[in-house]
Each structure stands twice: as structure tokens, then as C-alpha cells.
């Protein structure tokens, strides 16, 4: 079986707020009105289309925004349209903060080790604390409810909360996780599924121990020691994770996560030539873990620069194997445009010795002006036959499904939306009026705080 794609659905308060340091496009457009309706019919759509090619799709809900238990920790009292009325008068950022669509990265959500793998042959999914941003440090404890009515069967799935992003006194833990945005796992086929064994490869961007190099400009989101504690408790054998460091120079020209400047799939890996700090130990050692066919396509910056690299999410395309066994690319259409990687792609798909048969350009221009492609939407899961039996079914896609969510974004979204506007308190019971829908669509319960 290939390896199912849980897409986050893009939430009814998506807006351009700019909050993402090191993430160029985020902080770009900040302050520009976006399109909530469109982002939610973009995402839909790329989901759809995957499933079309004959792959496991599924969705993960948005999360609760604007998020009233946040603001009332920060000290808005009141009712919660009270305290939305107040901070969008006293503290607009903080309202912001709170507000963030951002759930709908879904590769940040957690990090996932299939049952081949883990030490105890169920799926292993470890939730991101995502501590560096405030808000996304809010995510945690939802996404792991959401997981937890997706996933419900403990016999075939174990969800763990987030790593401690603070200790007791609140200060930094060594355990900085952003999930599997930094995490690719590769097999000895090129199957990406659940049924065989994986070489996980782990991208950390600085030691929190402070050994080693770090980016001067931008910070380094994912810790060395985060990785090897979720390694440790998948259960994954130490001999099949390989732990990386991204160089340090390419976060300071905002590759804020590895996917953003690598991407692998079954025994191909397609990666930007300063990706890694290390590089050509790290594929060496790939290499020798996954085995006889493994094979590294590396872009020169002569051909794909990093700047334009981050500007199109070339490497933050989708690399999937089709039922069939043929491989393709599932890159945004910011990446159609640029001659370079047009030229890359015609390679790559002409070449014999390269599993790529096949690109596919899809448009997600919503996600992409706020930072992220279309790796970015979706988990990765690799699950055998019967794990995907075990999903909660309303979460999966059929057409009857699709044409329900897209009618639901229709009736509840707004077209356009300015910075302004999430001080409305209508925004907030329109948000929490979707959200309660969706639930029933979904099938998985009361999962949101405004509901229990």
C-alpha cells in the first residue's frame, strides 16, 4: 500500500498576520487580506486530486481560532467575544497569535514511525510542540485530541503528547520539535507504505546542548535531541536512524524546516546541494541503511538557487508512489514558472535511472503565500491494509465526502478576509458554527474546547 496523506483543512480565520520569522513568504505578505474560502477550496482540491491518482487520502480538522482559552490566559477577561473585542483593541498581535490558521501544515503536527518500524509494531505518532512560535506552541494539546478520534485504536496506534517545550519554571527544554517536516523516512522499495521496514532520517538545525554550528539570522527550529528522544520512544532501532544537521547557512536564508529544501520518497531522495551540513556523509550513510538502489538526485545551486529554491517550494513538493509503482512530483505552480526546475523536472522524468515518472502542478496559492506548499498540508502516514481499516472512516476521502466538505466551506466561509476583521466577534461564531459541523462531517466527536 502506498502511504496515506492526511491533508489539514485550511481554517475559516486563514489571514496573512506574518507571525513566521524565517519563513520569507509568511513575512512578505503580512498585512495583505487573504482568501479563506479559496485556501479552503485549494486544499480540497490538491487532497482530491491525490486521491484520484489512487493514493490513501484523509483530512485533520483546523483548530479552534480565534483561541479564547489563550486569550483569557493572557489576562482578556470577559466573555470570549468580550475578550476577542478587547484584545483586538489592546493588543492586536496577541489576537493574531491567537487567531493563526497555521494548523493546516499538517507535516507539523507530529512525527509518525509505521508499525513495521516501532518498537512494538503499532504506528507511533509523536505531537510537535512547535515551541519556537508562540502561535503555534498553542497546536499541541488539540492536535493530539484529533488524532487521538482519528487514530482511535490503541491496539494499532499509540498517540503521544508533545515533548515538554518548558520545564517547570518555564524555561526552554532541550526537546524544540516541529514534527515530521524535518523527518523523511526511506525504504529498501520504493514503496513508501506501512509493510516494510524504513531508514528514518532525522533533521535537527542546531544541538540544544550548543555544540556545533547555528544560524546567525534566523533560529533553528528542530533540536538534535528532540529527534533522538522520539526515536526512542517509537522504538525505532538505533540503526535505522540517521541524524542530520541542516546547514545552517540555508535556515538563515529561510529554510525554516528540511522540507523546504529536501524531499524523499521509497529509495529516492531529491536534495538542494547545500542542504545538509554534512551532506555527502549523510548519503553515504543513507546509502549503506537502505540498501542496493538507493539513489540521490542532488540539484546544484548553479541550477536551483536556495533563494529560489524557498521562492517556488520546489522541494516542498509531494513525492509519491502511485499504486502502480511509478513515482511522481506534486509540486506547487509557483514551481511551473521557473525555467530551471522545468528543465530539472524534464530530466528527472527522462531519465531511466530516476524513479520520477511523472509532475503534477497543483494550485495552493493561498498556502504558499502564507509559507507553505504542498508538503506542508499533509501528514504523512504509511500504513498497511489493515491500519487504514482502522481509521476513523468519516475522515477519509470518498467523492461523496469531497462534494460534502467543499459545500461546507462554501456555506461558512468568508471570500476575503483583512487583519482587521479578526476582531469581529461574528468571525468567532461563524468560525465555531463551521467547526461544530465539521466535527459531525468528520465523525470524530467533541474534540474542540468551545464544545466540552
Excluded at 139 to 156: G, K
Excluded at 162 to 180: F, Q, V
Aim: with cysteine.
Amino acid at each position: 500500500m502506498p502511504e496515506a496523506n492526511f491533508d489539514g483543512i485550511v481554517g475559516p480565520t486563514h489571514n496573512y498576520a506574518g507571525l513566521s520569522p524565517g519563513n520569507v513568504a509568511s513575512t512578505s505578505n503580512r498585512g495583505l487580506k487573504s482568501r479563506p474560502r479559496d485556501a479552503a477550496l485549494q486544499g480540497l482540491s490538491k487532497a482530491a486530486a491525490l486521491a484520484r491518482l489512487g493514493l490513501p487520502q484523509g483530512w485533520l480538522p483546523p483548530q479552534e481560532r480565534p483561541h479564547v482559552p489563550t486569550l483569557h490566559a493572557l489576562g482578556f477577561a470577559g466573555t470570549d467575544e468580550v475578550a476577542v473585542a478587547k484584545a483586538a483593541a489592546e493588543a492586536p498581535h496577541l489576537l493574531a497569535r491567537a487567531s493563526s490558521a497555521s494548523s493546516m501544515w499538517a507535516a507539523n503536527a507530529a512525527t509518525v514511525t509505521p508499525s513495521a518500524d516501532s518498537g512494538d509494531g503499532r504506528v507511533h505518532m509523536t505531537v510537535a510542540n512547535l515551541r519556537t512560535m508562540p502561535h503555534r506552541a498553542i497546536e499541541a494539546p488539540q492536535t493530539a485530541r484529533t488524532l487521538r478520534a482519528i487514530f482511535r485504536d490503541e491496539s494499532r496506534f499509540a498517540v503521544h503528547d508533545a515533548l515538554p517545550g518548558t520545564d517547570a519554571s518555564g524555561a526552554p527544554t532541550p526537546y524544540g520539535d516541529e514534527g515530521a517536516a524535518n523527518h523523511t523516512r526511506f525504504t529498501a522499495s520504493n514503496n513508501a507504505g506501512g509493510e516494510l521496514p524504513g531508514v528514518h532520517l532525522f533533521v535537527f538545525g542546531a544541538q540544544a546542548s550548543g555544540a556545533g554550528r547555528r544560524p546567525s539570522r534566523f533560529p533553528a527550529r528542530q533540536t538534535l535531541e528532540a529527534s533522538q528522544a522520539i526515536a526512542e520512544r517509537h522504538g525505532i532501532p538505533h540503526a535505522r536512524c540517521i541524524h542530520a544537521q541542516q546547514h545552517p547557512a540555508v535556515i538563515d536564508h529561510g529554510v525554516f524546516h528540511n522540507d523546504v529544501i529536501s524531499v524523499g520518497n521509497g529509495r529516492f531522495y531529491l536534495v538542494h546541494e547545500l542542504a545538509l551540513l554534512d551532506q555527502q556523509r549523510t548519503l553515504d550513510d543513507l546509502a549503506a541503511a537502505v540498501g542496493p538502489g538507493f539513489h540521490a538526485e542532488i540539484v546544484p545551486e548553479s541550477e536551483v538557487s536556495v533563494a529560489d529554491a524557498v521562492r517556488t517550494y520546489l522541494f516542498n513538493s509531494q513525492l509519491v508512489t502511485l499504486p502502480g509503482g511509478d513515482m511522481q512530483l506534486i509540486l506547487p505552480k509557483e514551481s511551473e514558472s521557473h525555467a530551471g526546475i522545468r528543465r530539472l523536472i524534464e530530466r528527472l522524468v527522462s531519465d531511466p535511472a530516476c524513479p520520477v515518472n511523472g509532475a503534477l502542478f497543483l494550485d495552493v496559492r493561498e498556502s504558499m503565500r502564507n509559507g507553505g506548499g504542498p508538503a506542508c498540508l499533509r501528514l504523512r502516514v504509511p500504513l498497511t491494509d489493515a491500519g487504514l481499516a482502522a481509521v476513523t472512516p468519516s475522515c477519509l476521502w470518498s467523492p461523496e465526502r469531497h462534494a460534502e466538505l467543499e459545500s461546507w466551506v462554501r456555506r461558512h466561509y468568508r471570500e476575503e478576509l483583512a487583519p482587521e476583521d479578526l476582531g469581529d466577534p461574528l468571525l468567532l461564531r461563524e468560525s465555531r458554527a463551521a467547526l461544530d459541523e465539521l466535527t459531525r462531517i468528520l465523525g470524530i466527536g467533541s474534540v474542540y474546547e468551545f464544545q466540552r
